[in-house]
């Protein structure tokens, strides 16, 4: 009999009775037994709640955490100051212990929660409706493909080099088996080769071959001719994966020209300072919304948003909160629209998404709440500043090179031009930094390339002792 769980040996042998049995090890017959483990768990006995507590903090001390160590590790995930107000709200039981509000009449905070939610997400992104959420970056990329995919009819998606390498895997995986055609626009000096899309798309634009020297601002370089195509959408991050901005107002041309839809991945930190993806004419905005209130955690949970233009409402994922008033006029909150399997005929479906993250979605919404509009703007303009400081620092030491020309705000990359990236992390580590993502890992070209986060909490002392170190100063 199990310890931790509270039947009596009467009640197991009574449940035991009822299906046949004469013991619970009957109950996993159809494992092998090479495959049970055959001696007691190695954990120690029972403990005290102030031992427990001792020997949880000390294996805790065994992770190298950001609340000690300076992180400069971005690559999807960012080292934001989280207000104390978040954890506060999250922590009311009412919040943490909702689910899902199948009942509104009983469900009406959660359901007005998630409609905030989605109504601050509509007027970052300059979208005109939001779900409620996906589980994260990657899927909510993958879902705007799909619903790309099932608005145009087409199957062919044209997938920058630049949206994040792992957000490129889960679409492969998705496309795989949705018969989806995916192409993927390679990068040309840190940037997406606009030069590239003529070619691919199967037109040939009059002027492409001078798109390869499209710059920010430069609205008339890498014009498309207007034709139509077998492409369901043009997809692009910006900034991209390797920090550098790119022209979304471009790629929505260039997708409307073609009879797709364009799709952006934005950084919802980073939107603050960029014109929004609503009005460079994109189609649909997601991304990661982890940076809104939402820690590190280790890697999850997070959460995905997904907005788009109202054309596409119906053929979003999850659900979306809608504001009505009652028979007696009072303000109240529904599900206004909730395409998944739970809900309606699973042929129906338009996804197998079911949860909407709202624990998580909480936290962006009131961390959007408390920050406004000019706190998410200053936490943004802190890391545009920093983030350039530390690449000036880093270009200065002679020891590091620009990888590309193209304007940044929090991550930038650089090539490390004596030294292994592995080398340069291990060294910073022992002086408890947390160094830059080896970009060889996702780009095998990008040998001794290093991408570097810098957010609004990293002081000028975390930053000029990381650049001292990684320029091989110990001390």
């Excluded at 997809?235 to 929505?252: C, H, M, R, T, Y």
């Excluded at 007696?328 to 042929?347: N, P, Y």
């Amino acid at each position: 009999m199990s310890r931790y769980i509270p039947n009596t040996q009467e009640d197991m042998e009574q449940m035991l009775s009822e299906i046949g049995l004469s013991s619970v090890d009957q109950l996993f017959t159809d494992i092998p037994e090479g495959m049970k483990l055959s001696r007691a768990l190695d954990l120690p006995g029972s403990l005290s709640e102030m031992e427990l507590s001792g020997l949880m903090r000390g294996l805790a001390k065994k992770n190298a955490h950001c609340g000690e160590y300076a992180c400069f590790l971005g690559a999807g995930a960012y080292d934001h100051f989280v207000p104390a107000m978040v954890k506060q709200v999250l922590s009311k039981p009412e919040f943490y212990t909702s689910y899902t509000p199948y009942q509104p009449e009983i469900s009406q905070g959660m359901l007005q929660a998630i409609f905030e939610y989605q109504t601050m997400i509509c007027q970052l992104t300059g979208m005109d409706v939001s779900n409620a959420s996906m589980y994260d970056g990657a899927t909510a990329v993958t879902e705007a493909a799909l619903i790309a995919v099932r608005s145009t009819g087409k199957s062919r998606l044209l997938v920058s080099q630049g949206l994040h390498p792992e957000y490129r895997e889960v679409l492969k995986t998705y496309g795989k088996y949705n018969d989806l055609v995916i192409e993927e626009i390679p990068l040309r000096d840190g940037i997406t080769a606009v030069s590239e899309l003529d070619v691919m798309s199967g037109v040939k634009g009059s002027d492409g071959a001078n798109a390869a020297n499209t710059t920010l601002g430069d609205e008339n370089a890498g014009k498309a001719t207007t034709g139509k195509s077998d492409i369901a959408a043009v997809i692009v991050q910006s900034p991209n994966f390797l920090g550098a901005v790119e022209d979304l107002k471009w790629f929505g041309e260039f997708a409307a020209s073609k009879g797709a839809l364009s799709i952006a991945c934005v950084d919802p930190i980073s939107i603050a300072l960029l014109e929004p993806p609503g009005a460079c004419g994109i189609d649909i905005a997601a991304g990661e919304g982890q940076g809104l209130g939402n820690a590190l955690n280790y890697g999850g949970p997070y959460l995905g948003f997904l907005a788009a233009k109202k054309a596409f409402v119906r053929k979003m994922p999850g659900r979306i909160v809608g504001q009505t008033t009652d028979n007696e006029d009072k303000r109240g909150f529904v599900l206004t629209l909730q395409a998944r399997e739970q809900h309606i005929r699973r042929e129906k479906a338009v996804s197998n998404i079911c949860s909407n993250q709202a624990l998580n979605a909480l936290a962006a919404a009131v961390y959007m709440s408390v920050m406004g509009k000019e706190g998410i703007k200053e936490a943004a303009n802190l890391c545009l500043q920093k983030a350039h400081y530390a690449a000036e620092k880093l270009f200065a030491t002679g020891k590091f090179a620009k990888l590309s020309e193209a304007a940044f705000i929090k991550e930038f990359a650089v090539r490390a031009l004596h030294e292994p990236i592995q080398a340069i992390n291990e060294r910073l580590l022992r002086h408890g930094i947390i160094g830059g993502l080896d970009l060889e890992k996702y780009y095998p070209k990008m040998k001794d390339c290093w991408l570097l986060a810098v957010t609004e909490k990293r002081t000028k002392q975390e930053i000029d002792d990381m650049v001292r170190i990684a320029a091989g100063g110990e001390s």
